[in-house]
């Protein structure tokens, strides 16, 4: 039988948590989805406000810039979206925060494999790309909107 | 071309008028939603805000579109954000912020499903990935919080003309299955960033190794800030640097940059996030729609001529292109 070459055992570790969470994370986002169409759980901002055109603007509210929706409706910013995860709506941010927190996960996965393995070089980037992650993550970076 | 005879002109002329056809029918489509988008709403505004349009028309709409680019990027192999930004943003009624915020979230959907894959398979490689992904990440934060500080009109300009550099790219750029790297530069040695994977059509392993290592991790900040800033996936990009500039063969840059964007995209993802830029009804059907899409595209794919169809996505993309320089400019709007 021939061998083909493997991967390193922290790609292989990398691989395994992405695979699972990839699959947890997927599912969620539909399942919410399915809450929030059918108005299981009533949504924050009503679906049938999002096509519509409030009174003395010209474009729809999906159509405002974020911030000016987000004003419109009261919506919170960062982690806010956690008070209101029972609302319809905002429960599918549970499903989208898993997919944008596996990276971080994994990162945190290899990094005793590599610690092991003493490679020095690659703990150092990898913490770096933790901190960067989590950094984004964190909702401290704030953008200003027009 | 038409006029040919034989047998390989009359399958080339029947080729071109095929892909043709559906070009044209996917921009009758966006031209017909862009304009259904436009009417609906000059119709609320004489009738006092109302909404004529059931909600649920656009979330399917959304779908049906990212279904069929699920399956054209595929084909045309390059990644669902680079097709999904200019089009949605270009024909739907929704505001560039909350398309860029799903583009992201596409791109990484489909870079963590197809992750474990390729990193099983080592073909993508996490030695190359960790350090470009570490520099490509931190740009990507920059250039999604300058992106949503520009205005729109900004925005769809600057886009549009970076569709067209990607159509360019696309169109001359050169591929290299297998690139002579004579001698790795120091940075690559000092970090190991080498390997070896089975390439199956030869049926033997290929040892691999990289150069040019700080002049690819520059062009990444570059690529980074563009990915974040435009919500774009950034493949289009990875490849020819990290192909052509740095010399890992081909389907390890292929498989190394679709699992890249799984890094690079999480963290501008996350600015769009925490700044309220992302829908719910916009994310989630685009997501189902381009991975459904997407693997009826790999089941096409084997029966399919990929030069044709990436023909059929270098046209689409300019034409999306066009449409979002000349919304940004105010030409079209």
């Not at chain 1, 969470?21 to 169409?37: A, E, K, P, Q, R």
């Not at chain 1, 690659?122 to 770096?128: C, H, M």
Request: glycine share 10%; net charge positive.
């Amino acid at each position: 039988m021939e061998n083909k070459p493997k991967a390193s055992e922290e790609q292989l570790a990398y691989a395994g948590v992405l695979n699972i969470g990839m699959w947890i994370g997927l599912f969620l986002l539909v399942v919410t989805f399915i809450v929030y169409i059918s108005g299981v759980l009533p949504s924050y901002v009503p679906i049938e406000k999002l096509s519509e055109i409030p009174q003395g603007s010209n474009v729809p509210y999906w159509g405002m810039r974020a911030h000016e929706f987000n004003q419109a409706f009261n919506v919170p910013t960062g982690w806010g979206w956690i008070r209101l995860a029972g609302k319809g709506d905002y429960l599918n941010f549970v499903g989208i925060a898993m997919l944008g927190g596996l990276s971080i996960l994994c990162y945190l996965v290899i990094l005793p494999i590599l610690m092991k393995k003493k490679d020095t070089s690659y703990v150092v980037i990898a913490t770096l790309e933790v901190a960067v992650l989590l950094l984004a993550a964190s909702g401290i970076l704030k953008a200003g909107g027009h | 071309m038409f006029m040919r005879q034989g047998g390989n002109g009359l399958i080339h002329s029947r080729e071109v008028l095929k892909i043709l056809i559906v070009v044209l029918t996917i921009m009758a489509i966006c031209v017909s939603i862009s304009a259904f988008a436009s009417e609906t709403q000059e119709v609320a505004k004489e009738t006092a805000s109302a909404s004529t349009t059931p909600w649920w028309v656009w979330p399917l709409a959304l779908f049906v579109v990212t279904f069929i680019l699920g399956i054209l990027a595929v084909l045309g192999g390059v990644g669902g954000g680079v097709l999904f930004v200019p089009i949605i943003g270009g024909f739907f009624p929704f505001n560039i912020d909350f398309v860029r915020g799903a583009g992201l979230l596409v791109a990484l959907a489909g870079a963590l499903a197809a992750g474990p894959g390729l990193l099983r398979r080592n073909l993508a490689s996490l030695r190359l990935a960790l350090p470009v992904a570490l520099i490509a990440s931190s740009a990507a934060i920059v250039g999604a919080m300058i992106g949503l500080a520009l205005k729109p009109n900004v925005v769809n300009t600057l886009l549009g003309a970076t569709i067209l550099f990607i159509v360019a790219i696309m169109v001359t750029a050169k591929k290299s299955d297998f690139p002579n790297v004579a001698k790795p530069d120091n940075l690559s040695q000092s970090l190991h960033i080498m390997g070896i994977y089975r390439e199956e059509s030869l049926g033997k392993d290929i040892e691999w190794q990289v150069h040019r290592t700080p002049q690819g991790l520059a062009l990444f900040i570059v690529i980074g800030v563009m990915a974040g800033m435009f919500g774009l996936g950034a493949g289009w990009a990875n490849v020819p640097v990290l192909n052509l500039l740095m010399g890992a063969p081909l389907k390890i840059s292929v498989a190394t940059s679709k699992f890249l964007l799984s890094i690079t995209d999480t963290s501008a993802a996350w600015v769009y996030l925490n700044q309220g830029a992302v829908l719910p009804m916009i994310v989630v059907p685009s997501i189902v729609g381009i991975m459904l899409g997407s693997m009826v595209g790999v089941k096409i794919l084997v029966k399919a001529k990929p030069k044709a169809i990436k023909w059929m996505v270098i046209w689409l993309l300019l034409f999306a292109g066009l449409r979002a320089l000349l919304k940004g400019l105010e030409i079209w709007k």
